[in-house]
């Protein structure tokens, strides 16, 4: 069943004070018309300049996410676009007011309610995802961090943390369907060590924090005096230290919070892929340098699988439009130079052909003996015998005629053909056949991947006493 894109029913505004500047921030949730994505405007410059939740424009990700477009920057995205996600959305333009998203609580759950209340409305455009077909890697070995995207039917994702810490070790959270996301992810907030906490203080770096929006975890013994400072710093009448080793600033939603923020984050960093995808992802120790460079390992794995060329479909149940006896009939080839086994299809302008590869090839007794590979030449002239049935078929009697190969050009090997693979041949006109002559562009598969591809010009001459 196709799916529908997604957006609001009706603007809904969310005003609070940014992490890091302390400024009061208002951000408008709006509508936005089929195929526009996710972007931000920045309403409180002159032109009102408009940003993409794109991971190309990602500048900085040392304390959250930040976007930039010709030096104007907006920081802290992820907890917005992890919200627009996980409430199924695809396009909605995001007004702001400042430099800087408001921190709220510290989870997305107050963006969740916002759009709840807005409403949601199906647009008529499709959805479009692209499906993982092979497994992604990003790893980054000092930090031990490490993201792969598996084949999946669905969008699920699977986090671990582990901060290697009494009060903070290994903890899991798993998110199957974003059906759950409101419920189990949303109301999830940010964390942070009180040696974090004390550095930024220091640094002047959040000027907005409150011990609301964060759990604060603490891996030491501290003070009296310094809890003290701390409670005078966020206007709190008293901070102590729980047995869990966290400040009394709140309590945690679910024993996993911390993993399920981390996976929170993980949604809206990925978010700036910029394309609905269907995977599981497996994230072990992530963060937002490491889930923006996985993004765009993502992004460029998608970009490059779109430019390349559509596998032919063929049935092999299916009774093939020659088997090897026509095939015969039609080429004046015989084994151990007849590499075409069947022809699935032939059109007015291409045609689709089959060669099993298997160890008892003649080829392999002297070509890499011990390590089998098909010489590059054969898999070409393989292709040129299916281009020659092609060329065939375009006489009513092909049996009196006969194929040459004028020119090849633009040959490229790309993958090695091993013994057990199945080579499709593809081959399609790039001009119409003029006095026997045809030009035509060949591409070899294996499975989903070109293995070989060429330019071949062909001529067809009657057979000599005919």
Do not use: W
Request: charged share 25%; proline share 6%.
């Amino acid at each position: 069943m196709t799916e529908k894109q997604k957006t609001l029913k009706e603007a809904v505004s969310i005003s609070g004070a940014g992490l890091h500047t302390g400024k009061e921030v208002t951000i408008t949730l709006r509508p936005a018309p089929e195929n526009h994505g996710f972007r931000f405007k920045r309403t409180d410059l002159p032109d009102q300049p408009v940003i993409a939740a794109d991971v190309d424009y990602v500048a900085d990700t040392s304390r959250g996410t930040t976007l930039e477009v010709n030096n104007v920057r907006i920081h802290t995205v992820e907890h917005v676009l992890a919200a627009l996600t996980g409430m199924d959305l695809d396009n909605v333009l995001i007004d702001i007011d400042s430099n800087e998203m408001p921190i709220l609580d510290g989870s997305s759950r107050l963006y969740v309610e916002a759009i709840q209340k807005a409403g949601i409305e199906t647009q008529k455009a499709n959805r479009h995802y692209f499906k993982i077909n092979e497994v992604l890697r990003y790893s980054d070995p000092d930090k031990k961090t490490e993201l792969l995207v598996l084949p999946d039917d669905n969008y699920k994702l699977s986090v671990m943390i582990d901060y290697e810490t009494q009060v903070l070790g290994t903890q899991n959270a798993q998110l199957n369907s974003l059906d759950d996301f409101a419920s189990e992810i949303s109301p999830c907030r940010t964390f942070v060590f009180l040696h974090e906490l004390e550095y930024l203080i220091r640094n002047n770096l959040i000027k907005g924090g409150d011990l609301s929006n964060a759990i604060v975890f603490v891996n030491r013994l501290v003070e009296q005096d310094e809890l003290d400072r701390l409670a005078s710093f966020f206007n709190k009448p008293k901070v102590k230290v729980l047995k869990e080793g966290i400040l009394n600033n709140l309590e945690l939603y679910f024993t996993n919070e911390p993993a399920r923020h981390k996976l929170l984050d993980v949604v809206g960093d990925l978010t700036l892929i910029g394309t609905r995808i269907k995977g599981h992802i497996i994230a072990s120790r992530p963060g937002h340098a490491a889930n923006t460079q996985f993004a765009k390992l993502i992004k460029q794995h998608i970009k490059h699988e779109m430019h390349l060329p559509a596998v032919p479909k063929y049935d092999l149940n299916a009774p093939p439009l020659h088997d090897i006896r026509d095939i015969k009939r039609l080429l004046p080839h015989r084994p151990p130079f007849l590499l075409i086994d069947k022809i699935f299809s032939v059109s007015d302008h291409d045609v689709v052909g089959m060669k099993n590869v298997t160890m008892n090839e003649p080829f392999f007794v002297g070509h890499f003996p011990d390590e089998p590979v098909m010489p590059g030449v054969l898999i070409i002239e393989a292709m040129a015998q299916a281009g020659g049935v092609f060329v065939l078929s375009s006489v009513p009697d092909p049996e009196n005629y006969i194929t040459y190969f004028m020119k090849i050009d633009n040959v490229r090997f790309r993958q090695k053909v091993y013994p057990g693979d199945t080579l499709i041949f593809h081959l399609e006109l790039i001009s119409p056949f003029r006095r026997g002559i045809s030009q035509m562009r060949g591409k070899a598969f294996v499975g989903n991947t070109i293995v070989a591809e060429a330019e071949l010009m062909a001529q067809i001459t009657k057979k000599p006493n005919t």
